[in-house]
Every structure is written in C-alpha cells, then in structure tokens.
C-alpha cells in the first residue's frame, strides 16, 4: 500500500478557489490511478475526479465538471485537485486514494488519506 497525505483545504469565500495536494509515499507512484472523494456532514462518501497513472484520462462527478481539475506530478509523486468557482455545497472532507489496480476505470481505491476539511462560506 502507498502512505496518502492530503493538506491545502481551508475556509474560503463562495466563488473562491483552493487547491488541494496529496503527497504519496514509495517509488511506485505512477503506477497507481489516483481519485479524490469527499463526504459532507451526514452524508456518504462520494466520487470527485480520478486520474489515470501517466495522467493523461481524467473523470469527473457531474456536480464538479468545469470547476475542478485533476492532475499529478509523478516526479512529485503528488496529486492535485484544484478547485474554483466554489459553492457552500462543496464543504466537506476531502481524501485522496490510490487505486492499485493497474487497469483504467479504477476499480479499488484501497489507499486512503486521512482527509482535509474544505469550507465554504456564503
């Protein structure tokens, strides 16, 4: 498994932007498709945006299309989410994971960050 470490989350105006990082562990990075999830208060975790393993597929949830961007930097071993145009809607934990699967859709994210809050205010 490959050590997940989220940071860059915050409190932010709607309409605003953050970017978010994922640092990963080991020298296997690019070998693993990349997603990010989140869960709101009370809800259940959902899908955000996954990345192939050389970057080049990227997928997105409906709700975010057009204001989130994936990307990775395998030199850096480091996945990004960077989000603009935010809305109080998007506050929740945001994870990073790492499907060690070796196929393109991700079919097993079974590596997990611990998480960064992201806040948006109205």
């Known amino acids: 498994q490959v050590q997940l470490v989220e940071s860059g989350g915050g409190l932010v105006q709607a309409g605003g932007s953050l970017r978010l990082s994922c640092a990963a562990s080991?020298?296997?990075?690019?070998?693993?498709?990349m997603g990010w999830f989140r869960q709101a208060p009370g809800k259940e975790r959902e899908f955000v945006a996954q990345?192939?393993?050389?970057?080049?597929?990227?997928d997105y949830a409906r709700s975010v299309k057009d204001r989130f961007t994936i990307s990775r930097d395998n030199a850096k071993n480091t996945v990004y989410l960077q989000m603009n145009s935010l809305k109080p809607e998007d506050t929740a934990v945001y994870y990073c994971?790492?499907?060690?699967?070796?196929?393109?859709?991700?079919?097993?994210?079974?590596?997990w960050g611990q998480g960064t809050q992201v806040t948006v205010s109205s």
């Open positions: 994971a790492a499907d060690d699967v070796p196929a393109w859709p991700p079919s097993h994210f079974g590596s």
């Open positions: 080991g020298r296997t990075f690019s070998t693993y498709n």
């Open positions: 990345i192939s393993r050389g970057g080049s597929i990227t």
